[in-house]
């Protein structure tokens, strides 16, 4: 049904933010102040959330210790060790549907790069990035009880938009990174993390590089119709 009236300037804005809102991979070296980001995760945290559990833990990892688990992933990636994932992400096997909205992702980004398809020295360059945290200002890493289901899941992936919209209306840019769950008994080892603190994934925050070819990528959206329809009798 089409919009009748017109929109106010907050629906207007709101509805921008969302639209503007992209993955971000590459960042300008300003730090992020760490009072704005501790007033990120407040405002994160009024996502919604059943009998307000508040599942999940943002762990921000700085300095030797980020660089150390920098170099244990890649270490990890690079001698293609077994990925054994706290949680399956993808389905097995992949439907085409989704397989063709994968590869139209894949598409978008190296082809924002200029990375031809059968350039694979360029595309693993660009996919090592991700345990770099995109070299980031601020590098978190992303768990969750072990003795959560799906809804805890749920609820944290309520939190981690509201986080990365938030970083966004602040002018920020950032990047969810699932990479980081491949090899969760790396992160708990290097972070000295229990092994009931389950790996969701890695969160780049920083102010985006403006010039950056790579945050121009941009891709689409699934037409309503896919995935709204009316039931009634």
Not at 114 to 139: E, I, T
Not at 186 to 196: D, E, N
């Amino acid at each position: 049904m089409p919009i009748s009236e017109p929109m106010s300037p907050e629906s207007q804005a709101h509805e921008a933010l969302l639209t503007a809102r992209r993955s971000m991979r590459a960042y300008l070296q300003q730090p992020v102040p760490d009072v704005l980001l501790q007033s990120l995760l407040i405002q994160a945290r009024r996502a919604p959330s059943g009998a307000n559990l508040q599942p999940g833990h943002f762990l921000q990892v700085r300095g030797g210790l980020r660089q150390a688990l920098s170099q244990a992933l890649l270490a990890d990636w690079q001698a293609g060790a077994p990925e054994q994932e706290d949680y399956a992400y993808f389905p097995r096997p992949m439907p085409m549907g989704l397989r063709k909205r994968q590869a139209a992702s894949a598409q978008a980004l190296y082809g924002a790069l200029g990375v031809a398809r059968d350039d694979r020295a360029g595309r693993d360059a660009q996919f090592a990035r991700n345990y770099r945290f995109f070299d980031a200002p601020v590098a978190l890493v992303v768990t969750i009880d072990q003795r959560f289901g799906a809804g805890g899941y749920m609820d944290l992936g309520m939190s981690l938009y509201g986080l990365q919209l938030a970083a966004a209306a602040a002018g920020l840019g950032s990047c969810a990174i699932g990479a980081l769950a491949s090899y969760p008994q790396t992160v708990r080892r290097v972070l000295g993390l229990a092994s009931s603190e389950h790996i969701v994934c890695g969160l780049a925050l920083g102010w985006p590089d403006p010039e950056a070819a790579v945050n121009r990528t941009c891709t689409e959206r699934a037409a309503l119709a896919d995935y709204f329809r009316v039931l009634e009798s």
